[in-house]
Structures are given as C-alpha cells and as structure tokens.
C-alpha cells in the first residue's frame, strides 16, 4: 500500500509493476504474502477508511479447526484491500501485469502438484490459490480466454486432503463472494462451449468433454459445490434403512427361499469421505443446486458417449456424470434412461439364453394382464407371483395389457395403467395413505389395515415408473424422497411433511421461558390406535416420568420428530422401500440425483410452459405451422384453463404430467387426418401423436377437440 502511494504521488507505477510480476509469477513469494500477523487487526483498525469494505467481509474469521489454522494463514481482508487499492487506479500497466504473472504462476504450479508434494512442504501453499481466487478481474476476456484455463488446470490436481481444506475455508466466506467464485467457473465453462468447435453426433470430432479447461473448470467446481454444502443447513444423522441394520431386499429373498442379494455398493467419493459430509446430507446449501447447472454444457453433451466413459473403468477417461452437480435433470435422466435400457437389454438376452438352454418359453418382457375394474388386485397378484418367482423379470421392459381392449402397448397403454393404479392407490376410502389438507401431499397411514403386498405394490410401481421413465401424479412430501436415498427424517423434514406438528415444535424449541412449567410436557405422546382408541407411546424409557425442561427440549423434538417420520410408519415404509428397491437396487439413483430431482423423475415438471410445447411440436401429413388449422389450434389450446390443458395432455401422450426439463421435451407430432369431416380427433398416446381432421373452422376445432379430450379413457376401435 505504501508503495501504491508512493506511484500515484510520482505518477510512475513502474515500481508496482514489477513488484507484481515478482510476487504474483512466483509460488514461493505469493504462497507466503498477506500472512496473518498480530498486527494484522491493528491494521485492519487503520485502513478501514475505506468505505467500500463489505460489512459482512470485515467479521470474516478462517475456520478456526486445527487443520485449517495449520494449512491457511492467509489475511484475505489484506488480499481484497490491495486488489481494490490496484484495479482503483485504473492503470492498464498493473492490471495486465497482474493477468501476465497467473500465466507465468500456472505452469509452475501444475508441475509441483503434478510431480512434487508441496502442501507437504510447505504449509501455506494453499495460500496462493485462495489469494488467486479473490482477483475481481478474472470474469473479464482476457483471463477467460488465456489464464484461467491453465490456472484451473492446475488448481485440479490439487490432492483431496487440499480440496477439503479449501473447501471448508470457502464455506466460512459470504455467500456473495462464493457466488462470484462460481460465475468465473460457469464464464469460463461457457466460453469455452460457445467459442470451441465441438462436433455433432454425425462427425463424431472433439467433445466438451475431451476439452481440458472445461475439464479443469468442472473439477474445481466440485470443492465450490461443497462449500455450498458446507456453508448450508446440513443433517448430521448417520445413513440408515430406517432403524434396521438389515437390508430389506434381503430380507424378501431369505423368506421366498432365494439366497441374500449381494449388492453391489457405490464408489464412495473421496472428497466427500474426506469431509465428512455427503451431498444428500444437505437440506439447503447456501448456493441453490441450480446455480451449478450449466445450460449451454448440457446442450451440447453427448449423453450417450458420456455414459459410456462413466461405465468405463479407464482413469483417463473423463465422464460429467460422475460431477452430476453440474448436470440438469433432464440431461442426467438422459444418462438414467440408457443405464435402464441396457439393463433392459441384458435382462432379455439373459431370458433368450435360458429358454435355449432349459427349453423355456421365451418371455423377454414383464407382462402385466389386468382387469380394469380390479387393477389393484391383477396388478398386486402377479407383480408377487414375478417377486417369488424371479425378481430379476421387474427388469424387464413392461409390456401392459387391459383385459377385452385392442390396444398394443408401445408406451401409452403402460402410462394409462400407472394412472389408473395411482389413483386406486391414493384412494382415501382404502386408507393406505392419509391426505395432509395443509398440504395436499400423502403420507404412510401407520393405522393401515392394508398388507404389506400393497405397500411393496407402490413401492414396485414407484421404481417402475422411474424405470420405464414414465410420469406419475403422486404428491409425496420430500422426506419420502430422502428417505428412499438413504436418510431418516428428522425435525427438518416436517415443515413440509407435517407443518402444523412442526410450528408447535419450533414454539416449544424458541420459547424463552420455563418450558416445564408452561407445558406441562413428558417424553410421552398421545395417539390413537386403529379403532381410534386413545393410546401413549414413550419417547425414551419411562418418558411418561421424565419431563421436558429447557435443558431437554431439543431431545425431545428429535425423538418426537423420528418418531412421526420413522419409527411409526416403520413396518409400512420397509414395504414401500423393498418394493422400490427391487427395482432400481443397482441404478444410479443415488449418485446422480438429489432428492427433489427424484421428486422431478416421479411427478414431472409443474409449469404447463404451452409456449414451449408449440416451440417444439412437430407437423406432419400435409400440416405445417403457418397452416390455418394449426394457428387456431394454438389459439384455442392457450386459451385452455388448466385442468383442459391437463386434459390435453392426457389424451394426446396418456399422462398429464409435464415430463422432466418441461413441454419443450415432449415432442408432440400434430398430424393431418383428412379433410373436414364429423369424426373426433385421435391419438396415438404411444408415440405422443394428435391426429387432427382438417377442420372448416375454428368454432368446430374448439368444439370437437374439447368433446374428444373430455371422453378419452380405454382403447377400442375408432
């Protein structure tokens, strides 16, 4: 800083310019700059003129753990006043020399990290890389497009014991300055894509994934991911399958006579094993999972050369599926539907190579006969009969059949029957699930008179969906999404699951004074039993004799809140869990989607974008878009209230879900079907295509389109 004044004062900032090109180019020197000293909150207290200093900055404290005290001893407050004091002066001479001295600094430290070990050496070596961070200036062209991509180059190989530190570091930062972080890797990541020449799928030439700066950019992204994690609302509560330590597919197999599953578990990532923390552990990162998503990235991977790089066991061989941060829904269900396909595909090969060898009828799908009048019942029979017999046939491709109707099942006749079993499920005259009126979203009724076969049904219907990628109108809270990952609810869960038991439950945790005696509470809660009878469950041991006091509330709305979420639905959950799982045991469910991306998988986008639809639909037979009728079929569809939207979309795909990414995915085909005639339109919901007679007017397109899609249930002749 006194050099600074002392260039202003002579009007010669040649002293400065070489300052920083020997302090900013050298690994030695910047590693050990800005170092906290015991003067360093004097200092503070003097140059704190500076009006500009975020508030929020000024209280910033390094996480204070040992690691971190003995790995990071940079002042970062001293960084950011001497990048605000240089790029002040406007002087293009420190500026440049500033963005010269990261690409003289880079290459050296890719090779220490590659071929040295000097965060073992030297313990403010990290130093440099949050020094580096902080430059203001690195969303501009010239670092994009010359210093940040070796700079990140480097900054990747960084070993995962310094990954975790920095990442904790970063997590104690303003959420601002970690915003600003990551728009340089989502700046570099897109001007990388949009100014590089990648080749389409016909030319098969370089892929955004064989580029190393985006390469580079996606694997520093990760530790900003989990500074995210880290700076968020985090649950510490251990993975379990709801309080067994047994697993519940095995538990199927030992009584059906088959031996035990061996499952194969996932790779456990070493970041997150090194942290501590996994990314199913947050419940809100500081960072919306949104911001990570890169758009112009998504639209142009190759989703099925990716995935084939993420089944490869070649360490050279880089996949985005394996930094699924990064990827949009749709882009991962891509990945999902080929992972599924090709289970699909070994399934029946295995069934093909059987039937030669034992003499058995070939079978190479999962035939599901069903009456529609007793499609619980058809459904429930036989998906038992395939559990005991082979579970392995749930891998097949579902092939779905309605008892005395004439549809052959290419997609929409399976799509009918998840709706129709959907609803039969949440039919509150059958009790299984109990409607929250708050809410409107379902949960386990723990008072059920319904067998565990029904709640494996929906467990089983649930991953069939997923894998058969097919929409489904459930409305379950998101613990239940959680809970199919791998956690247990807890006291946060229930302000979506069960609001009003949890505002009394914060009211009893923030009341501020003497909670034994306003409340009166013990460590027993009152219930009722099937027959509505008033029943009490103890919390703890002898809960009945042990009250709630300022000292023990927070126990007591853990164990009330495990209690509601776990331990009450825990027989019925087991069921749905077992059911799920026997579908989708071996997916990769768990590694690439969060669980309100689940929760997109399952129910589908909730915007009815028709703007999109239109955007993306295709014509054929002779239609076109400037076609009269097509303009006045989009003028009677946008003026549509919702629930004839929803309408339409049932009788043109046979579900009246948004698929995931929205109705621009969804690849309408709008057909001509001869002239002007009487007849209703048609569809075939199989392949998503609307079959429209050419119409004389706009009144009978209005009249007839309506009249068809309000009376579009079954298949019979037309």
Known sequence: MELLKECKENDNYSPLVRVIGEVFSCTESLSTSFLKTEKSEELEEKLDEDKDIDESAQKLTVEQDESVQNNVTVDIEAVRRVYRAIFMQGSSRTENALLNALMYLSPTVEIDLRYKKPLTLDP???????????????????????ALPCFFKAMSLLSIPAQCRLAKVWSKYPIDNLKKKLEVLQQLITFKVISGQFGGIATRTLQVSEDDAIISATKCMKIL?????????????????????????????????????????????????????????SYKPAMSREDFYNDPLNEQIEMDRDFTHYKSDLDDRFSFLNYPFILTPAT???????????????????????????????NPYLRLKVRRDHIIDDALVRLEMVAMENPADLKKQLYVEFEGEQGVDEGGVSKEFFQLV????????????????????????????????????????????????????????????????????SIQDMKDSHPVICSSLMSLLEYEGDVEETFMQTFEISLQDLFGAPVTYDLKENGSSIPVTNENRKEFVDLYADYVLNISIEKQYRAFLRGFQMVTDESPLKQWFTPEEIELLVCGSKHLDFNALEEATEYDGGFTRDSPIIRNFWEIVHNFDEEDKKRLLMFTTGSDRVPIGGLSKLKLIIARNGPDSDRLPTSHTCFNVLLLPDYSSKEKLNERLLKAVSNAKGFGML
């Open 124 to 146: 403010n070596y990290l130093n440099l890389f949050l020094i580096v961070m902080e430059n203001p200036m690195l969303q501009s062209p010239e670092y994009l497009e010359v």
């Open 225 to 281: 991911y989990y500074s995210s994690i880290l700076a968020g609302i985090v649950d510490k509560h251990n993975d379990t399958i709801q309080h067994s330590h047994e697993d519940p597919l095995n538990d199927l197999f030992g009584a059906i006579g088959h031996e035990p599953k061996e499952r194969r578990t996932p790779k456990e990532d070493p970041l997150e094993k090194e942290l501590g923390v996994k990314a199913i552990d």
């Open 332 to 362: 991962k269900n891509i990945g999902l539907y080929y992972d599924n396909r090709i289970r699909m595909y070994n399934e029946r090969r295995m069934t093909v190579l059987h039937s030669l060898v034992q003499g058995q009828q070939i």
């Open 422 to 489: 959907v609803e039969e499920i949440f039919n509150p005259d059958i009790g299984m699930f109990r409607n929250d009126e708050v809410t409107g979203d379902y949960w386990f009724n723990p008072n059920s008179f319904e067998s565990d076969g029904q709640y494996t049904l929906i467990g089983i219907v649930l991953g069939l969906a997923i894998y058969n990628n097919i929409i489904l109108d459930v409305h379950f809270p998101m613990v239940v999404y959680r809970k199919l990952l791998g956690k247990t609810g």
